[in-house]
């Protein structure tokens, strides 16, 4: 039986609400920058545009391409889970990690931070640490639960 922990809602809520910033960023900026009359005619001095007003015309763009980055960032990442199945532990669909191969798995810090760090030997042979936090996936109690006893 696996047990997977999908990408975590503190993840991806945190993306959307960039995505959401810059969106925000980048029309109230163009709006103050182009279309507000006030605003224009208070931060122009000579006929010449200040610094102020060069920054709301210049903005946006930016605020936007930060609002697809950040959308490309989301996409790529939305379908990132952890399994752990019978024989081994997936991350991410890439990397895998046998339980054999596991040398501990240290909880210290999961209550109280939501992380536990697994040591393993990778295929060269050296240790080498990944650290699993509840920012990353959901669900690992359960994955956790599942790593201590198949390495038990």
Known sequence: ???????????KSNLLIYIGICIIFAAWFGYDGYINKKFIE?????????TTLMFNQKSPPFFLAGA???????????????????NELIINEKKKIPYNSIEKINKTWFEKKGFFVVT????SGKETDFKISDRQYDNLENILNLLVEKIS
């Open 42 to 50: 208070e931060h122009t001095e000579d006929g010449k545009p200040n």
């Open 1 to 11: 039986m696996a047990i997977e922990a999908p990408l975590s809602k503190f993840k």
């Open 68 to 86: 697809i980055f950040f959308g490309i960032c989301f996409y790529m990442i939305k379908g990132n889970k952890l399994v752990a199945n019978e």
């Open 120 to 123: 393993y030997k990778n295929e």
